[in-house]
């Protein structure tokens, strides 16, 4: 048996098991979708965003790119964003990393990795400006998980300053966007309690959405 035939394989059986113990699952999966959450993680298949949170696939909306970045011009993840808020209404915003992250592990090399060094630029940024308080941890380790937290704070300030964002905040939506990192040891989440919950909690310069701004857009 081949190495793509046997995920075939596992796929029936995946599928057939689930039937077996909860016979409408599927039919009930397929109905809608309707979360309240937006996770953005990890690209690392060691972070199923679904098993670790203990949801069903429709009850967790997600996006996943090499160590969970936010930059204001990937589309992609814009568009993810702007769908999960303005279309499904989402009254959560995720950013998880996780320890031992790959890609922060990578970008504090001082080597060539191709194409996704540019990628990295963003994790560079948050060590060169904690530099002194991170060179002094004594393990390899240690600074590595610091970066991976350090990173995820300012992936969490990034999906604030979307206009996505501020703009859902000024039309009075409820919406939270919080900072996590995953354990892959032993299977904890750390909340690193630096959620924002309005455009109050945004730096001055950042806040580009006004309520007024916002309600003038609409009436154009």
Not at 209 to 219: C, L
Request: with cysteine.
């Amino acid at each position: 048996m081949s190495d793509i035939t046997r995920l075939l394989h596992n796929n029936s059986d995946w599928s057939q098991r689930l039937k077996d113990e909860q016979p409408d699952y599927f039919l009930t999966l397929a109905k809608q979708q309707s979360p309240e959450y937006l996770w953005i993680g990890c690209s690392d298949s060691r972070v199923p965003a679904n098993e670790i949170v203990d949801l069903l696939p429709g009850e967790l909306f997600v996006h996943r790119n090499v160590a969970n970045l936010v930059y204001s011009s990937d589309l992609n993840c814009l568009s993810v964003i702007e769908y999960a808020v303005a279309v499904l209404k989402i009254k959560h915003i995720i950013v998880c990393g996780h320890y031992g992250c790959g890609g922060v592990r990578a970008a504090l090399e001082c080597s060539s990795h191709g194409l996704i060094d540019n990628w990295l630029t963003k994790i560079r940024d948050t060590y060169s400006a904690h530099r002194e308080m991170i060179d002094a941890l004594t393990s390899e380790e240690d600074r590595v998980d610091r970066v991976c937290e350090l990173s995820v704070i300012e992936q969490v300030k990034s999906v604030t300053y979307t206009t996505i964002v501020q703009e859902a905040w000024a039309r009075g939506q409820e919406l939270s966007i919080h900072g996590w990192v995953y354990s892959l040891k032993n299977g904890l989440i750390k909340d690193l309690k630096v959620s924002v919950n309005g455009i109050n909690q945004v730096a001055a310069p950042y806040q580009v959405i006004t309520q007024s701004v916002a309600h003038s857009r609409k009436d154009a």
